[in-house]
């Protein structure tokens, strides 16, 4: 076995290697993924004042580090900063960041009173949890805001895409282990079992976790996979476009085989808008489900939710099921009607927000991400974090005349989707889902002029082409000057290739 706490130690020099060896965006990608897929879920460093830096934080602190000191010595293989500065640029992205900072330390400033109870005491939150929250709020967005400042450009969506698939396929020999073996990977390796081994007996045969939290955490994750994989294909117009087909088909059987129904059905949902929808379409309808996503509490409460036809749906496939789906909404219920007792900025940490019964028993369970968030943070605090992952697909879609939305975007649109879907009857909020989201977020600022003018590896006549083929030109562009772009381009291809380039 190997101690967790020395693989989390030993991520630094793993990513660092990334850094010294690929492209910018490609480490950044293998720095997050590969991190969120093999660092063990336990083992932290703890100091004193301090957020502990494990699995989720160490990628995001590594990636920073290596940016802000090993940049003069890295690969220049297409590895270009596209945005300069840390802070979004656009506007209501800006808001809602520091919106989500700010609303972590208020939440600690109105819960400064203990729950008492007969058998149940439930601490004030003090100064020190104001820092710790603002501290862990900071961590978690970091993946948003290097992926902003790292993964902007269509280019790099490909490369975060192609990640992604990459990653998957590796992880597929695992999986494959597990669900003929049973989940044990991280039992054997790292000497411990990540969550209830039970939940993971299904149908006979067994739910993989290998070395994430729970195996709906995997599920989610391969999905994405799926649809990063069938993503490229619809981008890609070479060879490769029938290797991405088999890769898709490959990951979509691996993908069944988790034995998670919910990750499936929302792949099947999803799939038939990347196959058979142009990008400006795959984009607003990514839009609308986000839209729907971030009024989901608000259209929940007015009953707009068909939560009944949901059930009668899962009543159909396993009493089980329906039972287990019951069980979540009655939860859900009693959870949201606690948190509008203190609907602003909620009722902060430990365990403040659940229900307790006489005894000092904790009587209700928190499944699904927006009703935690609703909860601990307040209604402040959901749309800032909810917004942050919603709003990027949104202001893409409104403003779809003005980009150019390339295949690779509209296809991270849609895995961010499915994630946020998957938010609603699960706690699976990962740096995977910051780390869409900055991407998403860093296109806002980019307009076709930027992508026209951004070097190349082709060099500056593949820059004039793109200037040239651009539907929409740069705006202060005049005609006279579009019409001299291609008297350029015609003149560089009149010309022998020594006179252009030199012998």
Same mark, same amino acid.
């Not at 070395?211 to 060879?239: C, E, P």
């Given at each position: 076995?190997?101690?967790?706490?020395?693989?989390?130690l030993a991520w630094?020099?793993i990513?660092?290697?990334?850094f010294r060896s690929?492209s910018?965006p490609?480490?950044v990608?293998?720095?997050f993924?590969?991190?969120y897929?093999?660092?063990?879920?336990?083992g932290?460093?703890?100091?004193?004042?301090?957020?502990?830096?494990?699995?989720d934080s160490m990628p995001?602190l590594?990636?920073?580090?290596?940016?802000?000191?090993l940049?003069p010595?890295i690969?220049?293989?297409g590895?270009?900063?596209?945005?300069?500065?840390?802070l979004?640029g656009?506007?209501?992205?800006a808001v809602?960041?520091?919106?989500?900072?700010?609303?972590s330390m208020?939440t600690?400033?109105?819960?400064?009173?203990?729950?008492v109870?007969e058998?149940v005491?439930?601490?004030?939150?003090?100064?020190?949890?104001?820092?710790?929250?603002?501290?862990?709020a900071c961590?978690?967005?970091?993946p948003?805001?290097?992926?902003?400042?790292?993964?902007a450009?269509?280019?790099?969506?490909?490369?975060?895409?192609?990640v992604?698939?990459t990653?998957?396929?590796i992880?597929?020999?695992?999986i494959?282990?597990?669900?003929?073996?049973?989940?044990?990977l991280s039992l054997?390796?790292y000497g411990?079992?990540?969550h209830?081994f039970?939940q993971?007996?299904? #149908?006979?045969?067994?739910?993989p976790v290998?070395f994430?939290?729970?195996?709906?955490?995997?599920a989610?994750?391969m999905?994405g996979?799926?649809?990063? #994989?069938?993503?490229?294909?619809r981008?890609q117009?070479?060879?490769r476009k029938?290797?991405?087909f088999?890769a898709?088909?490959?990951?979509?059987f691996i993908?069944?085989?988790?034995r998670?129904?919910g990750?499936f059905?929302?792949?099947?949902i999803?799939?038939?808008?990347?196959?058979?929808?142009n990008s400006?379409?795959?984009?607003?309808?990514?839009a609308?489900?986000?839209g729907?996503?971030?009024?989901?509490?608000?259209l929940?409460?007015?009953?707009?939710?068909?939560v009944d036809?949901?059930?009668n749906l899962?009543?159909?496939?396993?009493?089980e099921r329906?039972?287990?789906?019951?069980? /979540?909404?009655?939860?859900e219920?009693?959870?949201?009607?606690?948190?509008?007792k203190r609907?602003?900025?909620?009722?902060?940490?430990w365990g403040?927000?659940?229900?307790y019964?006489?005894?000092g028993r904790?009587t209700?369970?928190?499944?699904?991400?927006?009703?935690?968030v609703?909860?601990?943070d307040g209604?402040?605090?959901?749309i800032c974090?909810?917004?942050l992952?919603?709003a990027?697909?949104i202001?893409l879609?409104l /403003?779809?005349?003005?980009y150019?939305?390339h295949?690779?975007?509209a296809?991270?649109g849609?895995?961010?989707?499915?994630y946020?879907i998957d938010?609603?009857?699960n706690?699976?909020?990962?740096?995977?889902t910051?780390?869409i989201?900055?991407?998403?977020?860093?296109?806002?600022?980019?307009?076709n002029?930027d992508?026209?003018s951004?070097?190349t590896e082709?060099?500056e006549e593949?820059?004039?082409e /793109?200037?040239r083929?651009? /539907?929409f030109p740069p705006?202060?562009?005049t005609?006279g000057?579009?019409?001299?772009?291609?008297?350029?381009?015609?003149h560089?291809?009149?010309?022998?290739?020594?006179?252009?380039h030199?012998?």
């Amino acid at each position: 076995m190997i101690p967790p706490l020395t693989v989390v130690l030993a991520w630094p020099l793993i990513a660092i290697s990334f850094f010294r060896s690929m492209s910018l965006p490609v480490a950044v990608s293998w720095c997050f993924i590969g991190g969120y897929l093999f660092l063990p879920e336990r083992g932290s460093i703890d100091l004193p004042g301090l957020p502990e830096i494990g699995k989720d934080s160490m990628p995001s602190l590594v990636a920073v580090a290596a940016i802000l000191i090993l940049q003069p010595l890295i690969s220049k293989k297409g590895g270009n900063t596209v945005l300069g500065g840390w802070l979004p640029g656009n506007r209501l992205i800006a808001v809602l960041l520091i919106g989500l900072l700010v609303s972590s330390m208020l939440t600690v400033v109105f819960n400064q009173d203990p729950i008492v109870a007969e058998n149940v005491f439930l601490p004030a939150l003090s100064l020190y949890d104001s820092l710790s929250t603002l501290l862990n709020a900071c961590i978690a967005v970091l993946p948003f805001l290097v992926a902003r400042r790292h993964l902007a450009a269509p280019e790099q969506h490909r490369d975060l895409l192609r990640v992604l698939c990459t990653a998957g396929l590796i992880y597929t020999l695992p999986i494959i282990f597990e669900i003929i073996m049973s989940p044990k990977l991280s039992l054997m390796i790292y000497g411990f079992f990540p969550h209830s081994f039970l939940q993971h007996v299904r #149908a006979g045969g067994y739910r993989p976790v290998v070395f994430l939290h729970h195996g709906l955490w995997l599920a989610i994750f391969m999905a994405g996979t799926v649809l990063a #994989a069938f993503a490229l294909y619809r981008a890609q117009k070479d060879v490769r476009k029938g290797t991405y087909f088999l890769a898709a088909l490959w990951l979509l059987f691996i993908l069944f085989m988790c034995r998670s129904l919910g990750a499936f059905a929302i792949t099947l949902i999803i799939l038939p808008v990347i196959l058979f929808c142009n990008s400006r379409i795959q984009v607003v309808f990514a839009a609308v489900i986000a839209g729907v996503i971030l009024l989901y509490p608000s259209l929940r409460g007015a009953g707009i939710i068909p939560v009944d036809q949901v059930n009668n749906l899962a009543a159909s496939i396993s009493e089980e099921r329906s039972a287990s789906f019951r069980y /979540r909404l009655t939860n859900e219920e009693i959870l949201l009607e606690k948190a509008n007792k203190r609907p602003f900025f909620g009722w902060g940490g430990w365990g403040r927000s659940l229900i307790y019964d006489e005894e000092g028993r904790m009587t209700s369970t928190a499944d699904g991400m927006w009703v935690i968030v609703i909860g601990r943070d307040g209604w402040v605090g959901y749309i800032c974090r909810f917004g942050l992952f919603c709003a990027p697909i949104i202001l893409l879609a409104l /403003r779809r005349r003005k980009y150019t939305l390339h295949p690779e975007t509209a296809g991270l649109g849609l895995i961010m989707v499915a994630y946020m879907i998957d938010l609603i009857p699960n706690a699976s909020l990962t740096p995977m889902t910051w780390l869409i989201a900055g991407a998403l977020a860093g296109r806002l600022e980019l307009t076709n002029s930027d992508l026209a003018s951004a070097p190349t590896e082709d060099g500056e006549e593949e820059n004039v082409e /793109r200037v040239r083929y651009s /539907r929409f030109p740069p705006k202060a562009a005049t005609v006279g000057h579009v019409r001299q772009r291609e008297q350029a381009v015609q003149h560089s291809r009149t010309q022998p290739r020594e006179s252009r380039h030199g012998s």
